[in-house]
């Protein structure tokens, strides 16, 4: 065999196993996910087999495309391995090789699972003959409870993969299983982690960037572009609406008494999202609110932006805190471009003390004196979209970051 025909990448997924009566739709679903994050590298196949997908590195490096799966929702973890012939001696004497360069960092333990019943020997044994292999070359102790490092077999018709250890993959659901929702997406750290929790429940995610242009520069617009990029990983493009919010701004800081216009602001916004999520035909709107984080967040708050939605608003971080979700950003590649300075529509008019618990009568009253639905309609009516392929997409073909274009599509 050629050497690059030797490695496969296998993707092991656990959720997708409940759904008994739909597993074949979901995996379909996944399937056409992964081969979409794959796209832009020159890998192979990718199939599914005996309750995993496997993937043909072909000439692409295979950790790259573990790192790349590993934001796919819907894959529980990955390995790469190596490919024997289905038998015993084939099997022994690529563990045998595996060990020429290589250590246990401390116990190790062996993992069989024979996908093909008409293997000569069974899981115990081929487990028991595999260790005893490796316990000899490297003098690591066997360790069946909390081993440091786990040497998996599987065991398939036509062949033997070997691996050693596993990426942690996002887990979850295929994008594309759970309806399609719009997230409300500003330049900050939350958002898109908002977005990413949400794909990973199976939603397709749109989302929407409120901007304050010409009154502030384009900075925040080209945060959005970029993090709808890193979302689009995970499903085949990101649909994003461009809508610009400093006139909407600037009559309620006309109309609206000081301590209530951030919430007014963001009131506004999601009466807005709700019209184009209509449009889009999205069912529920995304927030990236976590109780009690900023003043507009106290429960009392929450109630009264919530009071402004049709449709459902998810709140996917409700209950996480910063750090937390800090690190998610980290993990997802969105922190860096949520911590690039930009002017964000938030700060343009914002009181310095805004109400930590404004009653929904006040709010309703000076929202009595805004035309509501005439600042809707003309926020909609000049709002553009476009769709935003993966950060990766756009680096093979060669594309101007995502940053610098201008919307291709205009109108909603
Ligand atoms: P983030 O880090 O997501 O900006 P935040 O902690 O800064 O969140 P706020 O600024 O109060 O919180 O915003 C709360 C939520 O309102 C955001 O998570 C986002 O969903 C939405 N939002 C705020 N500003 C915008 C904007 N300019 N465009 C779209 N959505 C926005
Ligand atoms: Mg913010």
């Known amino acids: 065999m050629a050497e690059e025909q030797r490695r496969l990448v296998i993707a092991h997924y656990n959720e997708i196993t409940l759904k008994l009566g739909n597993r074949g739709a979901f995996t ?48 529980a973890n990955l390995s790469v391995a190596t490919v ?6 084939s099997l022994l004497a690529e563990v045998e090789r595996m060990t020429d360069g290589w250590q246990p960092a401390g116990s190790f333990r062996v ?20 260790g005893a292999v490796l316990a000899d070359r490297t003098g690591a102790p066997v360790n069946l409870g909390r081993p440091d490092e786990v040497v998996y077999v599987h065991v398939v018709r036509d062949a033997i993969y070997l691996s050693l250890g596993r990426v942690q993959g996002c887990g979850g ?49 080209r945060k959005a572009r970029r993090l709808a990029a890193v979302l689009a990983r995970g499903q085949s493009a990101t649909r994003l609406h461009m809508v610009a919010f400093g006139e909407v701004q600037s ?28 449009q889009g035909k999205a069912a529920a709107l995304i927030s990236g609110e976590s109780l009690g984080q900023v003043a507009s967040q106290t429960m009392a708050n929450l109630a009264v932006i919530e009071q402004a939605a049709e449709l459902p608003l998810y709140r996917p971080l409700l209950g996480m805190d910063k750090l937390e979700i800090t690190d998610y950003a980290r993990e997802a590649d969105t922190y860096d471009i949520s911590i690039e300075p930009d002017q964000d529509c938030c700060t343009l008019f914002v009181p310095r003390h805004p109400a930590t618990r404004a009653a929904l009568e006040d709010v309703l009253r000076a929202e009595a004196s805004l035309d509501v639905e005439a600042l809707i309609d003309a926020a909609v009516e000049a709002s553009e979209y476009e769709y935003l392929k993966s950060d990766w997409e756009q680096q093979a073909a060669g594309l101007p970051e995502a940053a610098g274009r201008e919307p291709v599509e205009a109108g909603a």
């Open 28 to 75: 379909a679903r996944l399937l056409d996910n992964m081969r979409q994050a794959l796209a832009p590298l020159p890998s192979g196949a990718v199939r599914s087999q005996d309750g995993r997908v496997t993937v043909v590195p072909g000439s692409a490096d295979p950790e790259e495309i573990c790192r790349r799966l590993a934001q796919v929702p819907g894959i």
């Open 84 to 89: 024997c012939e289905p038998d015993m001696d």
């Open 111 to 130: 993992r069989v699972r024979r996908a093909w019943k008409g293997f000569a020997l069974e899981s115990p044994e081929i487990g028991a003959r595999v």
């Open 173 to 221: 659901l295929p994008v594309g299983t759970g309806g399609r929702a719009l997230l409300l997406l500003s330049g900050g750290i939350d958002s898109p982690v908002a977005g990413l929790r949400m794909m990973r429940r199976g939603c397709r995610v749109d989302a929407v960037h409120f901007h304050s242009v010409p009154y502030l520069d384009r900075s925040s617009m």
């Open 251 to 278: 009559e309620v800081v006309r109309k609206v008494p000081r301590p209530l216009r951030v919430l007014m602001y963001r009131r506004l916004m999601v009466k807005i999202a709700c019209r184009l999520a209509n």
